[in-house]
């Protein structure tokens, strides 16, 4: 009955801005179509042992999973990582592609994924697309950085077996908007009834879908209540509470900062052991001074450690030779700061790990230690970059806390 009456077109989407040069995607860095291609960089890019990864990004469009589809079948490596960096789209076209990273059993990260070869500062121009387009492998290099999988691409994102986010970059969610195309001029209580049941089917859809995704029922509830204006940045908690990302120590790649002291850096969010509670930490290496290499460190305060607390960190290849010792307190943070002598810091570069060991003595003179590892796959790389900008001679550099942004900001 309905049918005879209404001719209405309804699909769940991220509706464009009107169409003039450029869509509300592409001005916003993202391409309107979603494009997928291979990229291959540096040793260890992607990981340790990992160079070459999937790159999936631009807005989800209403032919993106057959084009998907197509692509994956002729990439036999079903474990080579997939990289999302998209602000959304066709939500029903997400769960397809959702449905096929299930079906292969994928790796999912969030990440954008910088090809060499286009034009500096962007990756959206009709040239860097064309070859993205082309069929081979890009080079690339990949940062975790401020990409981003929101709205719609987070349905896809869930679709993966393993799913990471690191901590700079963001995976955001919001209610879907329904967008009609109406043809002719039905009645008002008829088109609302419609829009109404067509609403009630989209979140049970979404609902399912979740569901099948093995994701908290919590995801489903808070997604309900976020307008489709705005955007809910799920925590690092959040991520581990709803079953998305449950690593407990999920962390960024290595990167280069060009401050006016450049550095390099890494933030990691370490989950406490009572609860999803996470603590965000950064290390920092500078150029080095007469053959010694600053390091610093700072972490949220864990309020519920009570006592004296020490850091020490050691790499695998050399565990005898530790550095650190108490940090000073800044504000919401501990710091510590000191230098690495050469041969340490070789050893730290040679390794797959950097040992961190905090130990808290408490007022009954008992003590609790936690230890964890920090990939160091990418620091040579990282290090190599930083050397470039080094001036000849350097002043020992003054600690950056609180003068500069805490943990896990950029400068």
Known sequence: MLARVLLLLACLTIPSALRAEQTAAEKAGFASNLTIYLAKGVPGACGPG??????????IDGNAASRVRRFLA?????????????????????????RLLRSRKAVARVGQTIASACAAGTQIDAACLKAKNAGGEIEAELTTYRAMCNSACGYLFLGATSREVAPDAALAVHNSRLVFAIHGHPPEALLAEFKRRRTASADRERTSYIAAMGISRELDDLIRTVKFEDLHLLTRAELYRFGIDTRPVAETLWRLEKATRPYIRKVAALRGENGPSFRTMEWRLYCDIKNRVPLMFAAEIDEAAI?????????????????????????????????????????????????????TQKPDDTADTAKFDIDTTGLPSAWTQLEELCPPTTAAPKSPWPSVPPPGRGS
């Open 50 to 59: 990992c160079d070459r990864w999937i790159a999936i990004e631009g807005e």
């Open 74 to 98: 002729g990439v036999k490596d079903t474990q080579r990582p997939i990289y999302l960096h998209s602000p959304g789209g066709n939500v029903e076209q997400s769960y397809v592609i959702g």
């Open 307 to 359: 006592g004296q607390h020490t850091i020490v960190m050691a790499a695998d290849a050399a565990p005898t030779e530790e550095a650190g010792g108490r940090p000073v307190l800044s504000g919401k943070y501990e710091v510590w700061s000191g230098s690495l002598d050469f041969g340490k810091f070789r050893a730290i570069m040679a390794s797959r790990a950097l040992h961190v060991r905090e130990t």
